[in-house]
T-cell receptor
Framework: NAGVTQTPKFQVLKTGQSMTLQCAQD?????MYWYRQDPGMGLRLIYY???????DKGEVPNGYNVSRLNKREFSLRLESAAPSQTSVYFC??????????????FGPGTRLTVT | TQLLEQSPQFLSIQEGENLTVYCNSS?????LQWYRQEPGEGPVLLVT?????EVKKLKRLTFQFGDARKDSSLHITAAQPGDTGLYLC????????????FGQGTILTVHP
């Protein structure tokens, strides 16, 4: 049982380049999330998908796009990378239930540097 | 926007000492979670508290949810080097579908 997997683990981009971060979960969860983690700022939600076929903006969506390809996969795209997007990106998944939080399962992260 | 303020941001203690990490907000949360994260890995859930005043114990860790559901604390008794890591609190508002608001995190270092 792999849980949540992310690729790549590390990436260096030049300003203006584009790339897609891939995420997949094998727990049959309805909800999936993309976060970025910066020093002293905890995790900030970029986009989430409450269920297959739906996506919505989180706290810091500017500069990013997402695709919920199917129930298993949720990708994050940077169309034109900027140095401010240097961060560690985490994908997570959970069961969908209103109100009370279900446990979110996190992937190992992608460390992105934009020069 | 719901905000969670975590304190302290850094904590460096000796093995055997006790410590408390606080998580505070001006907003009411329907539930609150505590996660632990080790370097190079994603966060892992430690506990979820859902009832105001609730206290949960996990071995040497004690978690409390404030009566008004606006704050929480994590207390570790007799800390060990294996407790070293980043501790994150995260809350959910009543109308969200599992969306979490995270605090900034507390980096704990326990020296042998």
């Amino acid at each position: 049982n792999a849980g949540v997997t992310q690729t790549p683990k590390f990436q260096v981009l030049k300003t203006g380049q584009s790339m897609t971060l891939q995420c997949a979960q094998d727990m049959n969860h309805n909800s999936m999330y993309w976060y970025r983690q910066d020093p002293g700022m905890g995790l900030r939600l970029i986009y989430y998908s409450a269920s297959e076929g739906t996506t919505d903006k989180g706290e810091v969506p500017n500069g990013y796009n997402v695709s919920r390809l199917n129930k298993r996969e949720f990708s994050l795209r940077l169309e034109s990378a900027a140095p401010s997007q240097t961060s560690v990106y985490f994908c997570a998944s959970s069961e969908r239930r209103q109100g009370i939080s279900n446990e979110q399962y996190f992937g190992p992260g992608t460390r992105l540097t934009v020069t | 926007t719901q905000l969670l303020e975590q304190s302290p941001q850094f904590l460096s203690i000796q093995e055997g000492e006790n410590l408390t990490v606080y998580c505070n907000s001006s907003s009411v949360f329907s539930s609150l979670q505590w996660y632990r994260q080790e370097p190079g890995e994603g966060p892992v859930l430690l506990v979820t508290v859902v009832t105001g005043g609730e206290v949960k114990k996990l071995k040497r860790l004690t978690f409390q949810f404030g009566d008004a559901r606006k704050d929480s604390s994590l207390h570790i008794t007799a800390a060990q080097p294996g407790d070293t890591g980043l501790y994150l609190c995260a809350g959910t508002g009543g109308t969200s579908y599992g969306k979490l608001t995270f605090g900034q995190g507390t980096i704990l270092t326990v020296h042998p």
